[in-house]
């Protein structure tokens, strides 16, 4: 069965626990016990949980200390014990291997449902598509924006990355990163993608470690929102850019050659270009990815 591919710091179940409730009351039953107490502590110092089942008594209870390797260590007491066939001290010893087993299947169990419950959230996102790929590119699973993304882009499939201009599929760009991110050995590569209908993305693929020799990642692609010219007036306040200069930047942002920034404000080309070259050099950078990174563009739903 594929478990979700998410590193999480272990946690335990909760005290209210049924499955938990279950086994305790099992145990209490087979040897004949009023009531018993569980302990489980995650190593190596991880935190420290408490089941209870029925009364706690006054005598001294029957005591089977639990641990396995790099899981959990713990102690399972017995109190009122004596009429079960599992009563006796030797029989509940012959019992640890199955309860051991039994604890460890439970804390398992918890981690894979908390992993589920966080990968949904990830893959559910309304804003970003987010895709989960292996090393083939095939996807074996795409949330509702991711979809509709796929779907857009099988008509029109060109897009290409902020630092090349050769134009490629959608999806053949995504798995040619891939490859480079495994190649280079980091966890996270990142890059602006242009999509045939002029849409801007901001790509980031995450190697999913942990998993032995099946390799996974997973896709984010979210959309990035650019500033109109108020928002960059107000950016760069400090420089004083102004409306006609923010005008160009806000086009050349979009992709925009001078000749079609000319015709949408009604100006000669060599304005455009004298605008973009003041409002260049006020802003100390040379090229539109460095006005990019000087804007620190939005994407929705983050500060």
């Known amino acids: 069965m594929w478990r979700p591919p998410i590193l999480l710091t272990?946690?335990?179940?909760?005290?209210?626990?049924?499955a938990v409730a279950a086994i305790l009351h099992g145990l209490a039953r087979a040897t004949g016990a009023r009531g018993c107490v569980l302990s489980i502590q995650l190593l190596p110092d991880g935190?420290?949980?408490?089941?209870?089942?029925?009364?706690?008594?006054?005598?001294?209870?029957?005591?089977?200390?639990?641990?396995t390797a790099e899981s959990f260590r713990g102690v399972f007491e017995l109190y009122g014990a004596g009429g079960g066939p599992a009563a006796s001290p030797a029989a509940l010893e012959s019992m640890r291997p199955?309860?051991?087993?039994?604890?460890?299947?439970?804390?398992?169990?918890?981690?894979?449902?908390?992993?589920?419950?966080?990968?949904?959230q990830i893959l559910?996102?309304?804003?970003?598509?987010?895709?989960?790929?292996?090393?083939?590119?095939e996807i074996l699973f795409a949330n509702t924006r991711g979809e509709e993304l796929l779907s857009l882009?099988?008509?029109?499939?060109?897009?290409?990355?902020?630092?090349?201009?050769?134009?490629a599929p959608l999806l053949s760009l995504i798995v040619a990163e891939m490859a480079k991110l495994r190649e280079s050995g980091n966890c996270?590569?990142?890059?602006?993608?242009?999509?045939?209908?002029?849409?801007?993305?901001?790509?980031?693929?995450?190697?999913?470690?942990?998993?032995?020799?099946?390799v996974y990642s997973l896709v984010v692609l979210a959309p990035i929102r650019l500033p109109d010219p108020n928002e960059i007036r107000q950016r760069f306040t400090g420089v004083q850019i102004s409306r006609r200069e923010a005008e160009v930047l806000a086009s050349v942002l979009k992709g925009h050659k001078?000749?079609?920034?000319?015709?949408?404000?009604?100006?000669?080309?060599?304005?455009?270009?004298?605008?973009?070259?003041?409002?260049?050099?006020?802003?100390g950078i040379t090229s539109r990815g460095q006005l990019l990174s000087r804007l620190a563009v939005v994407v929705p739903g983050t500060t």
Request: glycine fraction near 8%; proline fraction near 6%; aromatic fraction near 4%.
């Open 98 to 120: 199955v309860l051991e087993g039994a604890v460890l299947a439970l804390i398992e169990r918890n981690n894979a449902s908390h992993q589920i419950d966080i990968l949904m």
């Open 258 to 283: 001078a000749g079609e920034i000319a015709c949408q404000l009604g100006i000669t080309e060599y304005t455009v270009k004298d605008h973009l070259k003041h409002a260049y050099a006020k802003l």
């Open 153 to 167: 882009h099988t008509e029109q499939p060109q897009a290409q990355l902020a630092n090349d201009a050769r134009p």
């Open 188 to 214: 996270v590569r990142r890059q602006i993608v242009t999509t045939g209908d002029g849409g801007r993305w901001r790509l980031e693929i995450v190697a999913l470690t942990g998993l032995g020799s099946v």
């Open 10 to 18: 272990q946690t335990m179940p909760p005290t209210d626990d049924p």
């Open 47 to 67: 935190p420290r949980t408490t089941y209870r089942f029925g009364p706690d008594g006054s005598h001294a209870p029957l005591v089977i200390r639990l641990e």
């Open 124 to 137: 559910g996102a309304q804003e970003e598509a987010n895709l989960l790929m292996d090393a083939t590119g």
